[in-house]
């Protein structure tokens, strides 16, 4: 299904992105980082999973830029991701040796318009977007055997053992409030592995857990009969339609599960800010960015350079968990994408926040 909020201009900027790249090109033989340093700023602390994801890309990207610049990761943590994200836009010159990686967890606060974000993704370049994958799954004591039987589930309260109301869990959130689900949020888990123990524990019962977690630790309660999965997030194509993940083809993704429900597709404000915190959590979760006023001809080095990682086979044959199956959006893909990570139209932003508030205490000003 089309993301309803925000592709109705991607024929528009794949034509600009084309023209640009038209006229940008014969400039790039004038970039050369020989001898430089670049640093890949990530706004988390070291070992988290964009960490890790920035460390995997490093050494690819310095073979593909020219000169092969070291290139090397520089961790600013602090609020959730705000602080570092702030210093960048601060501090980056646009020069081509500061570079970003963000994820769903910068981009959220920005969307709700919390008053701490200092940041303007549209005025930033960006030159890749990384998406992942999650599924929803619950007990087989519940008695439903797919997403075609979550009727049954009318009138029985499930628990969420919950990161945070304006965490990633609030995707999860989002889906269950616009099927129609009565879910208790229980907050205070410090990760998604600690909302899986809570399901086994049997304190939990309804849960998510990333494409490698699912693989990893919920695949072998499926197959022991003990969970049974209702439907991944799905991942966005580049015109943002919503297509099955190409990890879990056999599972139905959000809107097929609802179609199921419901017996039409999803629609509404709700659905709008669903849309846009899915595609900005999962489908376009992880934007690489250079500063505002980066000179075109570097911009364009970037784009070549990330489109040349990913098509590197040493890359293909080690991406395993890091990367997973996703495509990973270079060239005209990343203006779409790009778009459904970092825009939310104001009606849902306030629906959001209004939600956030009279339901979970959370105020954002």
């Known amino acids: 299904m089309k993301n309803p909020l925000r592709f109705a201009r991607s024929a528009s900027v794949a034509l600009v992105a084309s023209v640009t790249l038209a006229f940008a090109m014969p400039a790039q033989a004038q970039v050369d980082f020989s001898g430089q340093t670049v640093e890949w700023w990530i706004p988390f602390s070291e070992g988290g999973g964009s960490d890790v994801w920035a460390r995997f890309y490093a050494p690819y990207l310095s073979e593909s830029l020219p000169g092969n610049p ?11 991701s705000i602080t570092g ?23 959220f606060p920005y969307l709700l318009g919390d008053s701490r974000v200092r940041y303007e993704y549209a005025d930033l370049e960006p030159v890749l977007v990384s998406p ?12 439903v055997a ?7 589930l009318e009138g029985t309260q499930l628990v969420y053992a919950s990161q945070g109301a304006t965490s990633l869990d609030l995707v999860p959130m989002l889906a269950f409030e ?35 977690a699912y693989l990893t630790n919920v695949v072998p309660l499926v197959e022991a009969g003990e969970a049974v999965p209702l ?3 799905g991942v966005l194509d580049s ?46 979760q992880k934007p690489v960015m250079l500063p505002k006023g980066t000179p075109p001809e570097i911009v364009e080095t970037y784009r070549r350079a990330f489109a040349d990682a990913v ?36 009606e849902a932003r306030e629906w959001v926040r209004n939600y956030l508030s009279e339901n979970h205490n959370v105020t954002l000003d």
């Not at 070291?70 to 959730?80: F, L, S």
């Not at 992942?132 to 008695?143: C, E, R």
């Not at 797919?146 to 049954?152: F, H, R, T, V």
């Not at 086979?313 to 991406?319: E, I, N, S, T, V």
């Open 239 to 284: 015109l943002g339609n919503v297509q099955r993940d190409p990890t879990f083809p056999d599972i139905p993704h959000f809107v097929e599960a609802y179609e199921m429900m419901h017996g039409e597709a999803p629609s509404g404000v709700a659905f709008d800010a669903y849309m846009a915190f899915f595609g900005s959590g999962f489908a376009a």
């Open 311 to 346: 098509a590197n086979p040493d890359l293909q044959a080690a991406k395993g968990d890091i990367l997973g199956e996703y495509d990973q959006a270079v060239y005209d893909d990343v203006a779409g994408l790009y778009e459904v990570a970092t825009t939310i139209d104001p």
């Open 85 to 107: 994200t702030n210093e960048f836009v601060a501090r980056a010159a646009p020069d081509g040796l500061s570079i970003i990686g963000t994820s769903g967890s910068t981009q």
């Open 178 to 212: 616009v099927l129609g689900l009565d879910v208790r949020h229980v907050f205070g888990m410090t990760g998604r592995g600690d909302g899986r123990l809570a399901f086994e524990r049997g304190e939990a019962t309804i849960d998510y857990q990333t494409s490698s």
């Open 132 to 143: 992942t994958g999650g599924v929803v799954y619950i007990p087989a004591s519940l008695g």
């Open 146 to 152: 797919d997403a075609s039987e979550l009727g049954k």
């Open 231 to 233: 439907f991944s997030y």
């Open 70 to 80: 070291n290139v090397i990761i520089r961790n600013v943590p602090g609020g959730g």
